[in-house]
């Protein structure tokens, strides 16, 4: 029978009871006590009070009929001591499992908490009630009512006296064994993901927990949550272009914001000394594993202090989530072990470029010289960088790789700083720190300007980097001047990216995996209706190739040995994201079966999005000597069909069958 059939034989199950009076849809209310780990807790506790001191009889020396007869009687006889005083529960959830033998079944409640095993017997709930039981389907969500029990297994269960049928499930559920296997939709219907996997769901609990704990720490420092308008007329506080709306009401052109900072530092002016906002923030820029255009930000000012107060404060927050959180200082991401326990290294990002790149920009005096260096390393800038800019460039180039273990960067180039104060010994720099853990920036720290004139001159060059094509560059916010010239006291202010740190901390590989809902290419309603079927097997597609064209065939012979030599591998996708001022090139970080991650770019962004492609099993050649590619070394290539069709190239990855490994190799 086919998925639609199914789907009917739901609908007339649905029909049925309703024609008796039997609405489930209608149900509104029902009283649950217990969560399915409460009721494992609570039988637990009260076997233990009940049982006290009771141990199971010695079967040594017996035959297997004698000793299986012993420890029956012993089971009845703890399960008569046990039923004399039952523990009464009321549980509700998603039947995920049943099995229907004669006059009793079991079946498995899904809740929020896990799972439990719940007996049904028609003596318990009567004729009826266990003949509606039988045509139930799996994804129905049921109120049971009983009382707990331990099964001979010994797996602690509910024996229901009551199943009152809630809400029946017209869609049919992935097969339980391969869960939802399709990446795509997996962000597409969380929901379905949400049932189907409880690590999916885990990672969810988890986030909602580090919130928590981040409002509990700031609270203990005497911070202040507020919130700060969403839509602005001038989106400032970050380097990012924003999304634009309108106004109706007021015949304006808005933006949504790119950050909580202006906002937040005049709250400061205000006296409100020490303050933070969670909220969605929105930036028009490109989707990978680790950016998503609206994404969580956390953002904090506290008055009468600077940077150095910020590190002291983000060192403790951290070491603080991971061990609530994960109960240690010590966990691993992606196999590698990140310590929270230690002292944070601090390094400037000069000392840094000169670790990592044997470069040192503080003899670097004029911007032509940083230009020229840049051209003699392979860095791409353009005309309009400084020398800041190129020693950003630098940074981003040849040390953030680098930066495993928590280290905190210090002291950026003005340039790159709008909103910071300069450090009174070095005027070319500010009092600014980022956070790199894992080689990602985590979080981004000043100690504020406060200094209105200062901030208007750096406001005006801001405003003629725009004018140079800088579409990043902020703009002059004479409100926020207005209360810079009330008085800003001395500030220290940060801002964490949630996203960001729940991946960290949940070991999780792509920005999507920690936002319940990502933000995804619109399908269409055709193809939005189609994910409804998405794990049925699905109709040959019938394709017309009469439009297409196909290159000739390479006609010079090439020996047998010369092709063998050819190292031909099937490698999975572990993360894939657009290069910066590349429109071409997508950057691959592949599993090649080695344990030693491997990196190739292809030209491909014209046909594929990035987030299209994590989780995919390709086939690469992985022999071919390193080739350098926007300053960063391809290791291979992997393998495209291409073809014309109406005067238009097409191309298609080879994708193969997932269950091929990484490191398999092709003949």
């Not at 095993?117 to 129905?140: C, H, L, N, W």
């Not at 905190?408 to 003005?414: A, G, R, S, T, V």
């Not at 065939?553 to 572990?574: G, H, I, N, Q, W």
């Not at 030209?603 to 299209?612: A, K, N, R």
Request: hydrophobic share 35%.
């Amino acid at each position: 029978m086919d998925v639609n059939k199914l789907r009917q034989v739901r609908r007339d199950k649905l029909a049925e009871l309703q024609a008796m009076g039997k609405d489930p849809f209608q149900i509104t209310k029902f009283d649950q006590t217990h969560h399915s780990a409460d009721v494992k807790d609570l039988y637990y506790a009260h076997e233990a009070q009940i049982l006290a001191g009771r141990t199971t009889p010695s079967v040594e020396g017996m035959d297997e009929a004698q000793a299986r007869q012993v420890l029956n009687d012993d089971y009845n006889e703890r399960r008569a001591i046990m039923d004399a005083q039952p523990i009464h529960v009321s549980i509700a959830g998603r039947m995920m499992f049943k099995r229907v033998m004669g006059k009793a079944s079991f079946c498995n409640i899904q809740d929020l908490k896990g799972n439990i095993q719940v007996y049904v017997s028609r003596d318990a709930i009567g004729e009826e009630s266990y003949a509606e039981f039988k045509k139930s389907d799996i994804g129905d969500i049921y109120g049971v009512k009983g009382y707990a029990f331990r099964t001979k297994t010994g797996e602690i269960s509910v024996h229901a006296t009551e199943m009152i049928l809630m809400a029946k499930s017209l869609q049919i559920l992935p097969e339980k064994f391969h869960g939802l296997t399709n990446t795509d939709m997996r962000y597409r219907q969380r929901y379905v993901d949400l049932i189907m996997s409880p690590e999916s769901k885990e990672v969810f609990l988890k986030r909602s927990q580090i919130i928590k704990e981040i409002r509990k720490f700031l609270d203990g420092r005497n911070f202040i949550e507020v919130e700060t308008p969403t839509l602005v007329s001038n989106a400032g506080g970050a380097a990012a272009r924003p999304f634009e709306t309108h106004y109706n009401a007021l015949n304006e052109d808005v933006k949504l914001r790119i950050s909580l900072e202006l906002y937040l530092k005049r709250l400061i002016v205000g006296g409100m000394e020490r303050v933070f906002e969670i909220g969605r923030v929105y930036r028009n820029e490109g989707v990978d594993t680790r950016h998503n255009p609206e994404f969580t930000l956390m953002e904090l000012y506290q008055a009468y202090t600077d940077y150095e107060g910020m590190m002291e404060l983000t060192e403790s927050m951290f070491r603080y989530l991971a061990e609530t959180v994960l109960g240690s200082s010590k966990f691993t991401y992606n196999g590698i072990e990140i310590d929270f326990g230690k002292p944070f290294e601090r390094l400037t990002m000069n000392d840094a470029i000169k670790k990592y790149a044997g470069v040192d920009f503080d003899k670097i005096k004029t911007d032509e010289e940083a230009k020229a260096l840049a051209k003699d390393r392979g860095i791409e800038f353009e005309e309009r960088h400084t020398k800041g800019d190129i020693i950003n460039l630098f940074f981003e180039e040849f040390c953030e790789e680098n930066l495993i273990q928590p280290t905190f960067i210090m002291d950026h180039p003005l340039a790159i700083s709008p909103l910071t104060k300069k450090k009174p010994n070095d005027p070319e720099k500010v009092e600014r720190f980022e956070l790199f853990i894992n080689t990602w920036e985590m979080c981004n720290a000043y100690s504020e300007l406060n200094d209105p004139i200062d901030q208007r001159e750096r406001f005006a060059q801001q405003d003629k980097n725009a004018e140079a094509g800088d579409e990043e560059a902020q703009h002059t916010d004479e409100d926020f001047l207005n209360a810079l010239e009330i008085g800003m006291p001395p500030t220290g202010g940060i801002g964490y990216g949630i996203d960001r740190l729940v991946m960290l901390l949940t070991d999780s590989q792509a920005i999507r995996d920690v936002l319940l809902f990502p933000t995804m290419k619109s399908q269409g309603a055709a193809k939005n209706e189609a994910n409804n079927a998405a794990q049925e097997t699905k109709p040959v597609e019938k394709i017309d190739f009469s439009k297409v064209k196909v290159e000739p065939l390479f006609e010079e012979m090439v020996d047998f040995d010369t092709f063998s030599k050819s190292d031909f591998r099937a490698v999975k996708v572990k993360a894939c994201e657009a290069v910066k001022k590349s429109k071409k090139l997508l950057q691959f970080t592949l599993d090649d079966g080695t344990g030693i991650d491997r990196t190739i770019l292809s030209g491909i962004h014209s046909f594929y999005e990035p987030e299209e492609l994590v989780g995919k099993t390709l086939i690469a050649i992985t022999n071919l000597p390193p080739r350098a590619m926007m300053g960063i070394d391809s290791c291979g290539m992997l393998l495209s069909a291409i073809h014309e069709e109406e005067g238009e190239e097409k191309l298609h990855l080879l994708m193969v069958d997932d269950h091929i490994p990484a490191g398999a190799k092709l003949y």
